[in-house]
């Protein structure tokens, strides 16, 4: 069974920064590409980051040169480093993996991913 597990989320001022970590158990985590997305109130579900198992990462347009993504596959963790935060970042941050990895780009599509976490809560207050 597959785990997903995030973490680091809180309540900070805009301009501030947070990293968040995302632990994945019950799979081959080096072999899989890893996502994260957000769900702010009353909205949908977003493509936010998201990493492939060989590095290659992409961007939703409202974060990139913001938000980082990175993988530490000793640790079967992924991070989101998010600097620079505004307002409009406040959402529930949700990590995510598709049950295959046979592209060679991570991908940004919701339906595409298969295991999730719980997701972490981040405010930001201006």
């Known amino acids: 069974q597959v785990h997903v597990v995030e973490s680091g989320g809180g309540s900070v001022q805009a301009g501030d920064s947070l990293r968040l970590s995302c632990v994945v158990s019950?799979?081959?985590?080096?072999?899989?590409?890893m996502g994260w997305f957000r769900q702010a109130p009353g909205k949908e579900r977003s493509f936010v980051a998201a990493?492939?198992?060989?590095?290659?990462?992409n961007y939703a347009d409202s974060v990139r040169g913001r938000f980082t993504i990175s993988r530490d596959n000793a640790k079967n963790t992924v991070y989101l480093q998010m600097n620079s935060l505004k307002p409009e970042d406040t959402a529930v941050y949700y990590c995510a993996a598709p049950a295959k990895a046979e592209t060679v780009l991570p991908p940004s599509f919701l339906p595409e991913y298969d295991y999730w976490g719980q997701g972490t809560q981040v405010t930001v207050s201006s």
């Open positions: 990493i492939s198992w060989s590095g290659h990462t």
């Open positions: 019950g799979r081959t985590f080096a072999s899989s590409h």
